[in-house]
């Protein structure tokens, strides 16, 4: 089994950290995540910035030295954000946007469509929301236009999951992750969007599990791997993210 953690979180308190909706995270740091994953295959991941990051670049410039090449940022960029900035953070192995839309930190949602569409046309970057899936319908003409969108932790609740369905069936793709924080049928969900879309699905452990009812555990992985077959299963746990964050 090789896994590509396509969502996970530093936290270091030498760099900048706000609290958000009452809520200030526990510190974790590269050290702490190579720990905890250590019986695990992590062969690559991407490192997600949090609402409680904000726009600050600097934390996750220094996790990715630590990490390595096959490890990718995902950032939160004001609309104000320079092309020469996005290139710089390219370079420096940032490959995706993200959209905080249940949490907020980011750039408001009525700037998706434009930075969406710059980040992608200048650096190749598909963008990533954090949204409750049952408030897509509002965006989804705009979503579906875009041209490369992934959505957070299956879309958090059975209510959205319809909705969700409908734009994995337009090229979506659908972050495997927070098992421990959604409101929904996991096994549900997990086979329905890969029945659509077999590339659509990307497991990553949502280390630390911030504010989730519970943290990440090993069993996350094992439902996986008893839902689907080997290949399925690799491509949910590794392939499908590794291509994604580096085509």
Known sequence: MRIFDAHFH??????????NQGYTPPSYVVTDYQ???????????????????GFDQD???????????????????????????????????????RFNIKRGGSEDLSKLDYLARRVYDLVGWHSELYIDAKELPDIAPTIERLPAI?????????????HLLKLVDKGV?????GFGRVQLNI????????????????????????R????????????????????????????NALKWYFK
């Open 10 to 19: 530093i936290i270091d308190f030498d760099f900048p950290i706000i609290e």
């Open 187 to 210: 096994e549900n969900a997990l086979k329905s969007i890969y029945d659509i879309n077999p590339d659509a699905l990307m497991f990553g452990t949502d280390l630390p599990s911030t």
């Open 173 to 177: 793709r659908v972050k495997a992750t």
């Open 35 to 53: 720990n905890e994953t250590t019986d695990l295959n992590v062969l690559g991941g991407a490192i997600v910035s949090g609402s409680f990051q």
């Open 150 to 162: 992934s959505i957070d932790h299956l879309g958090l609740t059975g209510e959205g999951l319809p």
């Open 59 to 97: 934390y996750l410039l220094k996790a990715l030295k630590q990490m390595g090449p096959a490890f990718c940022g995902v950032t939160q960029l004001p609309f104000t954000v320079t092309d020469d900035e996005i290139i710089s953070l390219h370079s420096s192995g940032v490959r995706a946007l």
């Open 212 to 239: 989730a009812k519970r943290p990440f555990e090993y069993a996350d992985i094992e439902l996986i791997q008893r839902l689907f077959e080997e290949k399925s299963t690799d491509k949910i746990l590794y392939s």
